[in-house]
C-alpha cells in the first residue's frame, strides 16, 4: 500500500506505507524524520580548505610525492574531506603518468638525436 500523504510539492507521496499504517516511514513521524534529518546534516564535517598548506602546481614526481603525502597525513587528521583526498590521489596517479611519459619522450628524442649524429659521423662515441 501506498503512503496517503502528500509531498512538499502536494504530490501524492510515492513512498511505501508502513504495514498496518495509512502512511510511510517519514510521513508518521515527521518529528522523528526532521531530527533524523539534522542529524545527518550536523555529521557532515565542513572543511576549512584555506588552512591546508599551499603548494604550488606541481612540476615533477618529488612534487607530487610531496603533496600525495600530505594529503595522505591531512586525510587521516580530519583536515580533508575523503572525496577531496581521493580526488587528489586520483589526480596525482594521472599526473604521475604523464610525467613517467614526458621524461620517457624526452629520452627517446635524445637518444635520436645522438644516433643522428652519430650516422653521420659527427660522433664517434
Ligand atoms: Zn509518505
Do not use: W
Request: with cysteine.
Amino acid at each position: 500500500m501506498r503512503c496517503s500523504s502528500q509531498t512538499r510539492n502536494g504530490q501524492r507521496c510515492k513512498a511505501a506505507a508502513l504495514s498496518g499504517q495509512p502512511y510511510c516511514f517519514l510521513h508518521s513521524a515527521p518529528e522523528k524524520a526532521r531530527e533524523v534529518g539534522a542529524r545527518g546534516g550536523s555529521r557532515r564535517k565542513v572543511f576549512d580548505l584555506s588552512k591546508l598548506k599551499d603548494f604550488p602546481t606541481a612540476k615533477n614526481a618529488t612534487d607530487l610525492m610531496e603533496v600525495t603525502a600530505q594529503t595522505l597525513s591531512d586525510v587521516r587528521k580530519g583536515k580533508i574531506d575523503a572525496k577531496v583526498a581521493n580526488a587528489i590521489g586520483g589526480l596525482a596517479g594521472v599526473l604521475m603518468k604523464l610525467f613517467e611519459h614526458t621524461t620517457f619522450e624526452e629520452r627517446l628524442t635524445r637518444l635520436e638525436a645522438f644516433r643522428e649524429e652519430y650516422v653521420r659521423g659527427k660522433r664517434t662515441h
